[in-house]
């Protein structure tokens, strides 16, 4: 369990470490022009003021370490033909990826405006963070990247995500010292503990220890060696340090331990798949310390920069007030003696273009890294054949995630042999109740496993741990990498990932632009044990405020849905499996609960995402007097019973009931493409009835989507105020005023026609809810009309007789 | 460096350790009578159905090990006479510390109802969790906790932020084994590294490695002894093992264990102290291996309950249906011996009582867990001092942030002595340039100091790590003990913390109506490296959505600033120190940009928090034709330059200029304390004039906070379209439209007056479009026009002479 440590092997001969070398310089040298210049790409005049770029806009402190690393793998690629892609935690280092793309060749292949020669190298240094160009970062218009690394700390569990199920391919994953202080790199190392060496492949993670942040050492390099290698010993890896600064013993220190971890992962990996033993290895992982912005200006104005924060972004700066920074930037430049590197074109001369790897070994190439071309549909079972029965609306108890957990589960069955569906739940799959699953795999665990242990096993397909960055990060890298996936969540922690689900949707939303990346697999949640339904929490459980971080992100990426029961969860559910390039955000419940629609009913009404429900409402064939919406499923269940009492006690009343699955509908169409027009819009909603709308996440959402529909002032939504606590069910929806009573009175309220005589019905209503507090304080459970509530229309059109 | 394992030492004599035993015993009973007694609570009768709560909530089986803890945690208070507070990271163990600080006496004390005899224990049983009662979790309802544990994984910063700066405190903190598992818990454990032993207290983790979460091993659990060493080791911590289920020799164990780690903090302390050596010691941590469920019901129904999973919530359900549950449940709560443990009126017996510490001494009434008590007021320097000098609005050029940093130094400097203000940031204090601070202190660091590092030394009061999770825990950690403090970080990446920030938004709405809660400082962050001047990084480091999450939240604890230029960002934050009880988000540029008010004038407009800005104003004396508002700093720039372009090219136009700095002003004053009043709103904004709101976030944000104004109609915001990429600061404004060309177009499609006659003018600002296009795709940088702009009337009312 010690760390390892080589000794002074030279497996290079000199004529390779040479060429390694120049390749090293060669993509230095470009990760330089990209940062600095418009023009004179070569250096073959003399560098003036008016070759650079009026703004300096880049990092070039972590980049030479990300290309040292990557001649090293392609030597390694090349020599044993390992199926290999790259991650950059620290995706600033954009320009070296790109730089060696380039040399590589698929740059060009991709852009083939930025061809290998003179010119194109000028546009390849023109373009880098230049307005009409390209981001500074690894952003997916990398050729090879699934990861831009803006947003620091996800790039193992990227990597893991990719090689699940890819048991050839290996992630060298770079992941930045600083970046490794994140909480969700610092949890993602235990992601060991989730692979199989006989069905996966490996993530080699290598440390980047370049020692500095933005103006910060890193704590990880200020730590002892012993601490360090204890650290990582810990975390399940054997660690090879790569140490210093002079080049020469590096490269042969770096190709050493490169040879040595990859026969070890091959050992590894060869151990386990003969002998069928999936036990859990100590992986190997390399420490790469050296000198932050190494190769780089030493001092820039007596101040120390290379191996120093200071080399972070651009260690040469103001050139115009400081001309003698455009000299040393020459210097710098020439330092990689381009002349040896580029022929009279501007082309990288062959004899180093061929240490590259070819074809689909180029990391720049890699079919992994554009998941989508290897994306197949998943096999489906027809989610009809896990209906609900439903005769009367209203009546029957299920529970919808229970009922989805079953067709989940013959999805995973029926793509056991694919291997490319995973399900991810922060320790909740069976809290969520789609445990079903957990009778067609078992969850992935390669720790120790006891007797007693129940569905665990290192063949498992749900992926729990107590890391909702975790499930995130693995499931984009899944998805990424051309698979499929569902991630079932509480509702309120959710939030713990609102960022990577930022990251994710901008990903997706650039790539959509990308003629040559292809639509992957949607990100899709389901989101459970709500707002409404935390009984055994509380408080620091309820928040649905997830759909508004959802909905600030581009419409063309972004769905969500709010089935009412199970049988609409089942269409929906379906419908996202199959979708793809999107983010679909399911919400629904886990509790036993009133289901409305039969199958052939809810797939009507997922299709149109919006509908009136005939058979709750009375106003066919006339004018309704209120409109009374609602969306999500204890919403439904409040208003539908808030109906029963308008109808009770107002029989002549016309109310109409309509219920939203899609949410998208109720923007204008030219937000969204689920949008209603308005014509549909004012047709189901009026334009002059007021709308009582109860709705299961925070009400001014409801008032932002629909601002501009014709009868938005007659709106009037009922949500989660941010009241809560642990108490029953239906008090939570009593404190945040949305439960049946005071829906009844909302309308009462803003129908003139019975506002005077509707007084005795509006006390009794408000007795009612002093009963209800009366009640639950003394039984702690809800009254038993509450309880045993159930819809009891179903006359023809407009009859008021309750069925008995 | 290795683990400590201890002797067979048994510390504890006969009569102590079966006092001890009994002490928990007592704290066991208390736990699972809550979960589960609505009556007979010391079983002095039969047990029947009738006395059990008709639903089950609460979770068991962490219970016992908190409760273990905690006699043993008061043993050594009581010897030592510690300064100890308790984290329950596994908060969902409410029951425990209820139990606990009831038997101790503080829990009567906060609430006389729930007293020391029959009565008051079957008070205590039935308010959990129950409607009326009190939440499950350690919530703020909860004596002696500055931590609700709901949403796992802040344990460890939360005890770190509450000793720094606390000398004598020692923070035990519990941290789950699931929880462990979280990303913001595995980086936390570096907070040591951030550590002062002669200024700062000590936290003592225990992690609580009682093998599962919900329904899951945990991986901690189940990795090899040496692995679980080594990974702690690596942490910089000293790991003691505490293993075992046998009651008696785990009380031999953990009091001999828990002697030996409070010496060891002491003798660290006293080292660091006398010898003046902040040197970062091993601090020593407790791992405390035993059965999850402990002393619980070992199999239910057959099915292992004890040390598994199964002991989660409530080990026993379905009473009803299972009424030898009822009976089993008796046999478990008389395996307490509840008639050795309370006499005969049902108060805990004296000779076990005593065993707890007295007074503050308490955990339950430690001062500490209740910071508004010990929190005393800023020293603060006269924000006016640090004014930029404005002689003529929108031509002087200052950096906002750099500004505000000399403020924040000096507020450093003036609360030096007293040691209770503190900054984070997640690396960016520099970037962020509020750098300033920099000279009046150094960065935290207690790991390794090299000779070339600057402004870094185990004195400083700027914590700095690349960790937005442990910034915002230990922030958090440091104001709920009495402290104040600042975070900045970049606008983007705050979404990291969005969940944690709705944890602490819970904390704060309800510990606002809790009376022995006193009000704490308010949290306050400064958002920069903003959306529209992230040049160096591009879209994944765009995003202007934390205003929106914040906004969720409930009124009467957030506040929104947009100060448009440095002397509006003294004013505010000037204001945000001195304020309590809320979270502050202030939002600023740190570029180099226009200036406008003065600070007579800045005072005045922070103070209304909105206003109309008359100097650029021309419609003094008349109606004006446009409202054109904006709130923060480049909606401000560009709706000025707007306003330009629309005085120049037409002059009889009347335009009336809005800024807004505190967002909440636009809300009815109905939701928001700070709401302006309708009759306010419309006299600013007109009743039925165009508006053109130009915004830094998303623009729905404004539709959702003024849907209910008069003039909503009119109001046409532009904002944050989630278009972006590295680009110039104008090309980024120009991509989401929110530029001066779009709004000068916004406002002449929507002046009837002007609509045709303005063709040409129409014309011309969208060549000014292309121009800008053109002219960037070939510069790299902003046309001079646009970066020399700069305001130019200062005319008498409607004069529309520009000033030369
Ligand atoms: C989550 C997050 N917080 C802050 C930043 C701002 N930032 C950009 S680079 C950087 C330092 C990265 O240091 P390291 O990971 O060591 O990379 P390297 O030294 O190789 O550049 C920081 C803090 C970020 N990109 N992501
Ligand atoms: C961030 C977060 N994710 C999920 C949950 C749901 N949850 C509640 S308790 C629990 C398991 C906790 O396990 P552990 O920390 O080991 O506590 P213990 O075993 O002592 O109960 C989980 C996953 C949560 N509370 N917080
Ligand atoms: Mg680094
Ligand atoms: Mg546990």
Redesign the pocket.
Known sequence: MVEATLGKATPLAAEELHKIHAYWRAANYLSVGQIYLLDNPLLREPLKLEHVKPRLLG?W??TP?LNFIYVHLNRAIKAQDLNMIYIA??G??GPGLVANTYLEGTYSEFYPNIAQDVEGMKQLFKQFSFPGGIPSHVAPETPGSIHEG????YALVHGYGAVFDNPDLIVACVV????AE?GALATSWHSNKFLNPIHDGAVLPIL?L?G???ANP?VLARLSREELESLFVGYGYKPYFVEGSDPETMHQLMAETLDRVIAEIKSIQREARVHHNSHRPQWPMIVLRSP?GWTGPKEVDGKKTEDYWRS?QVPLANMARQPDHVRLLEEWMKSYKPEELFDENGTFVAELAELAPTGDRRMGANPHANGGLLLKDLRMPDFRDYAVEITKAGTTIAEATRVAGRFLRDVMRLNADTRNFRIMGPDETASNRIDAVLEATDRMWNAEILPEDEHISPDGRVMEVLSENMCQGWLEGYLLTGRHGFFSCYEAFIHIIDSMFNQHAKWLKTTRHIPWRRPIASLNYLLTSHVWRQDHNGFSHQDPGFIDHVLNKKAEIVRVYLPPDANTLLSVTDHCLRSRHYVNVIIAGKQPALQYLDMDAAIKHCTKGIGIWEWASNDRGSEPDVVMACAGDVPTLETLAAVDLLRENFPELKVRVVNVVDLMTLQPETEHSHGLSDKDFDSIFTTDKPIIFAFHGYPWLIHRLTYRRTNHKNLHVRGYKEEGTTTTPFDMVVLNDLDRFHLAIDVIERIPKIYYTAAYVKQMLYDKLIDHKHYINKYGEDMPEILNWKWRYYGSDGDQTPLQ
């Open positions: 990092h402190g972590t370490g935690g620290p600033h280092g803006g947003e620091l700390g930045g010292d600083g970046e994140t980047h370049n500095y942040k933005i890193t932050k972070h």
